[in-house]
Nanobody, 117 residues
Framework: QVQLVESGGGLVQPGGSLRLSCAASGFTFSMYSMSWYRQAPGKERELVALITSTGDGTNYADSVKGRFTISRDNAKKTVYLQMNSLKPEDTAVYCC??????????WGQGTQVTVSS
């Protein structure tokens, strides 16, 4: 059974940091590229960051470059999103996605991140 379970969300003040985790099971994690998406109320889902299956390539949305860092541990079957200098506009539900060359895609349920004073 394929599972992606996100954790680490919560309420943080502007300028603060959070580290999201996404634990995978039920598929060959090391063969999948992994991404973090987010969706704010009333807005479309947005790709935040992507990391290749081996971890040697990453890509970020312009809005988070220099503040967010995606990483993965294939031994632990986990992908992370370190979020620094958080802004109120980062408030959203963050979901992780596993993708195998566009042929297979798995989604987690998401974790809420709220940036507010």
């Amino acid at each position: 059974q394929v599972q992606l379970v996100e954790s680490g969300g919560g309420l943080v003040q502007p300028g603060g940091s959070l580290r999201l985790s996404c634990a995978a099971s039920g598929f060959t994690f090391s063969m999948y590229s992994m991404s973090w998406y987010r969706q704010a109320p009333g807005k479309e889902r947005e790709l935040v960051a992507l990391i290749t299956s081996t971890g040697d390539g990453t890509n970020y949305a312009d809005s988070v470059k220099g503040r967010f860092t995606i990483s993965r541990d294939n031994a632990k079957k986990t992908v992370y999103l370190q979020m620094n200098s958080l802004k109120p506009e980062d408030t959203a539900v963050y979901c992780c996605n596993a993708n195998y060359f566009g042929r297979r895609s798995h989604w987690g349920q998401g974790t809420q991140v709220t940036v507010s004073s």
